[in-house]
């Protein structure tokens, strides 16, 4: 880390390794220099998942409407998967009608790459989750496995597609399925669709995406440390 201190995908990447184990003031460190504008598609997400994880919702999205109201992205992914995470950053602070109108937004672009690119996974994963946030619980659930059927074969990301599935299942209440995935999740290697890094005990704790299974005795075991 100390041959170019200042490049932001590597500060983001140091960042998601913090907060990976629950370490959120030096996280926030090697984010304090990023903002709406900075140009780097992995520092920006990794300032919206920290501002998440300290619960600062409506300054996430304050973050995300002003890259979108000033910033010029690089494609159309970029632009569909930033509208999915405007939308669940919205939801967050309970602006339905606004997470919703993110959501069409990410839909309309993601579908017309998915379309164009079927074997593609990466925008799958996020029109998936465009899906659930407007409750269409069908079509959210069959491109989930979509992209679990896409990825089955491999071993380092088809977790991921995983972990995918069980953010659709939180939408829809189905908490024990999902519960039963994080627990996979936690034992094994994998890149992850949601971190930086394969999902941990910390990341668990902090995120509210998975607020929904806090009363859960088993889920409440999945946050624990272990202890060696």
């Not at 709406?36 to 992995?42: G, K």
């Not at 520092?43 to 600062?56: C, G, S, T, W």
């Not at 394969?198 to 272990?226: E, G, H, I, M, Y």
């Amino acid at each position: 880390m100390d041959i170019r201190p200042n490049d932001a995908d590597l500060l983001a990447s140091k960042a998601g390794i913090y907060q990976a184990q629950g370490n959120l003031t030096e996280a926030a460190k090697c984010l304090v220099n990023v903002n709406a504008l900075t140009p780097s598609y992995e520092a920006v997400p990794a300032k919206v998942a920290q501002l998440v994880f300290e619960r600062n919702y409506r300054e996430a999205v304050q973050l995300l409407e002003t890259r979108f109201a000033q910033f010029q992205f690089g494609s159309e992914v970029e632009l569909g998967i930033f509208q999915e995470f405007l939308a669940s950053s919205r939801l967050l602070t309970g602006d339905i009608p606004g997470a919703k109108a993110s959501a069409e937004q990410a839909r309309k672009i993601l579908e017309v790459l998915c379309k164009n690119q079927p074997d593609n996974d990466f925008p799958a994963i996020f029109l998936a989750r465009a899906y659930a946030i407007l409750g269409e619980k069908d079509s959210a659930y069959k491109e989930a496995e979509r992209v679990r059927a896409l990825l089955r074969n491999d071993a380092i990301r088809g977790p991921g597609a995983e972990e995918n599935l069980a953010l659709i299942e939180i939408n829809f209440g189905d908490n024990a399925r999902a519960i039963s995935i994080l627990a996979h999740l936690l034992q094994i290697p994998y890149q992850s669709s949601i971190y930086a890094t394969p999902v941990t005990p910390a990341l668990l704790r902090l995120d509210p995406t998975w607020d929904a299974l806090r009363s859960d005795p088993t889920f409440q075991k999945l946050c624990q440390d272990k202890t060696h």
